[in-house]
């Protein structure tokens, strides 16, 4: 996971705790948005993944905040507006964000292949005009 994180950090500019938080709470959200079998085989696929997921699951990914807990409570669930309010309350912007979500599904593809990284993106509504 080190290998990703300097990734993000170096090509987002910014620094390596924050793009762990970041990558945490976006893989986090793809394990609870996409489609089941393809998003645990990426997962599993990307060394130290599933720590990473652990690790910060709870912290700040469960509802998207107050935003994302209304919209929860109106079925909407909040999907990838949360994602990007609790990324913006990290203090990114929306090009670190962009950037983020590409270098991580980049490297995931890289680690999981095209066609297993692509059923993920395509099984979570408006992921793919982020990547």
Same mark, same amino acid.
């Given at each position: 996971?080190?290998?990703?994180?300097?990734?993000?950090?170096?090509?987002?500019?910014?620094?390596?705790?924050?793009?762990?938080? !970041?990558?945490?709470?976006?893989?986090?959200?793809?394990?609870?948005? !996409?489609?089941?079998?393809?998003?645990?085989?990426?997962?599993?696929?990307?060394?130290?993944?599933?720590?990473?997921?652990?690790?910060?699951?709870?912290?700040?990914?469960?509802?998207?905040?107050?935003?994302?807990?209304?919209?929860?409570?109106?079925?909407?669930?909040?999907?990838?507006?949360?994602?990007?309010?609790?990324?913006?309350?990290?203090?990114?912007?929306?090009?670190?964000?962009? !950037?983020?979500?590409?270098?991580?599904?980049?490297?995931?593809?890289?680690?999981?292949?095209?066609?297993?990284?692509?059923?993920?993106?395509?099984?979570?509504?408006?992921?793919?005009?982020?990547?």
């Amino acid at each position: 996971m080190n290998e990703l994180v300097t990734r993000v950090a170096e090509n987002v500019g910014i620094d390596p705790a924050t793009a762990e938080k !970041a990558i945490g709470m976006m893989l986090g959200f793809l394990q609870r948005e !996409a489609a089941a079998g393809p998003v645990a085989k990426m997962i599993e696929a990307i060394p130290g993944a599933p720590e990473m997921v652990a690790k910060f699951n709870g912290e700040g990914t469960g509802g998207g905040g107050l935003l994302g807990g209304l919209l929860s409570a109106v079925g909407a669930g909040g999907g990838v507006m949360a994602l990007g309010q609790q990324l913006m309350s990290q203090g990114l912007g929306m090009g670190e964000i962009t !950037a983020l979500a590409k270098e991580t599904i980049g490297y995931a593809k890289e680690k999981a292949g095209d066609e297993t990284v692509d059923e993920v993106v395509a099984s979570v509504p408006g992921l793919s005009q982020f990547v």
